[in-house]
């Protein structure tokens, strides 16, 4: 599946998001993750708008490896992990990390709703002083970012508890959603969404909207998901 190695006109209309509305949003030194990068364009137009660090995420596909037998027959292998998508992120982030520096840019494995995987996305945040003075250390993310990500309605599940688990109640997600079919299919799909975040514990508002595509910021509550946007 090349899918997420593709340029796609949301992750395009994220960027200019980032770009007309990065002072606003608070951009330079923040802490970004990009759930689903796929080449890592919104990550790294984040990093080029002064993002402290950038964590590019996407995630690894299973592949089956068919053969046939001497008399014909079809033999199928066990599933082999197909990392062209990351080894691909991964390239496109070293060929942009000295344009970039001084933004830490980093690249992981990221399978929504594997606890491992986000255990290890949080382990990678930068330390935050004015937390740790407070109390424990809390690591998350100021941004969590991502385009294109709800086209499978069966990963939406294992979306919404990433972004929760991934958050604390200063983070703030933007997602870029796509209008594909119908005006009144494309609303009914995104506010299912919606009602599926609020389901989980996240809230949800849209930030910017046009013929082709929304915008939604989520957040862990009422105040984390409006803070931007009045």
């Known amino acids: ?21 990065s002072e606003q949003l608070g951009l330079r030194g923040a802490a970004v993750l990009e759930l689903g990068s796929g080449t890592g364009l919104v990550g790294m137009s984040a ?88 109390g424990p250390i809390s690591r998350s993310y100021d941004f969590i970012v991502g385009s294109d990500l709800t086209y499978s309605g069966g990963s939406v599940p294992a979306l919404l508890y990433s972004i929760k688990r991934l958050s604390s ?16 299919a494309v609303a009914a799909s995104i506010d299912a969404f919606c009602l599926a975040a609020r389901d989980s514990g996240l809230e949800t508002q849209v930030a910017h909207e046009e013929r082709w595509f929304t915008i939604l910021q989520v957040g862990l509550t009422q105040r984390a998901a409006k803070h931007i946007f009045k």
């Open 1 to 21: 599946d090349l899918t997420g190695a593709n340029v796609w006109g949301s992750g395009l209309a994220l960027v200019d998001f980032l770009e007309r509305h």
């Open 47 to 134: 990093a080029a708008l002064g993002a402290r660090s950038v964590t590019l995420s996407d995630r690894v596909s299973l592949r089956n490896v068919c053969s046939h037998g001497p008399d014909g027959e079809l033999l199928i292998a066990p599933p082999v992990r197909d990392c062209y998508l990351l080894d691909t992120l991964e390239r496109n982030a070293d060929e942009n990390r000295q344009r970039l520096h001084p933004c830490e840019l980093r690249v992981v494995e990221l399978e929504w709703g594997c606890e491992a995987h986000l255990d290890a996305a949080l382990a990678i945040t930068p330390d935050r002083p004015e937390i740790q003075q407070g």
């Open 169 to 184: 109640p200063h983070t703030a997600t933007l997602l870029a959603i796509p209008h594909r079919g119908r005006r009144r």
